[in-house]
């Protein structure tokens, strides 16, 4: 199964499969086998690629912290918004409908320049509307929707792209 967690500013994407008790993780080219043993609510006994250690586990809402070998590491599960941001640090901020629904209104136009956390697109789901909006600084460089249209879970509506001078 998929799963992503956000360390500081950057999106970790790994999959984690179950076979019998023994864990595998994988990750781009690595994969780690460990085996998870509970001793107590938040601690467990770990066996990492042949070697044991003892790790403790604190979940608390999004934040989930692991104590492992005298450090502690702090992890956020990323809302689909933190998701959508991080995978957009290459400069491209693609918006998709976030369900099937109606286009009310199209705010901005080709060549339009917007700012992290401008309202793009109005569309409505369910009789509720939702102004969706912009992760990044940029260009508005397509727009795939008019008012009126109806659209599927996931079509693009709108793409902003970064200025690329902005390397200074």
Not at 2 to 24: A, C, H, P, Q, V
Not at 60 to 70: D, R, S, T
């Amino acid at each position: 199964m998929k799963y992503s967690l956000k360390i500081g500013k950057d999106l970790l994407n790994f999959n984690l499969i179950e076979n019998k008790g023994i864990f595998t993780v994988e990750n781009d080219d690595k994969s780690f086998n460990a085996e998870l043993v509970q001793i107590d609510s938040n601690l467990y006994s770990m066996i990492l690629d042949g070697q044991t250690c003892t790790i403790a586990l604190k979940k608390e809402g999004k934040l989930i912290e692991v104590f492992y070998k005298g450090d502690l590491f702090s992890f956020e599960i990323p809302s689909a918004r933190d998701k959508s941001s991080l995978d957009n640090a290459s400069g491209v901020d693609k918006i998709s409908a976030p369900m099937p629904g109606r286009v009310v209104k199209v705010l901005k136009k080709i060549g339009d320049q917007v700012s992290e956390g401008d309202g793009l697109i109005i569309v409505e789901a369910m009789k509720m509307e939702s102004e969706l909006k912009t992760a990044i600084d940029g260009k508005i460089t397509e727009v795939s929707v008019k008012d009126g249209d109806t659209v599927d879970l996931g079509a693009h509506l709108v793409t902003v792209e970064a200025d690329e001078e902005e390397n200074s």
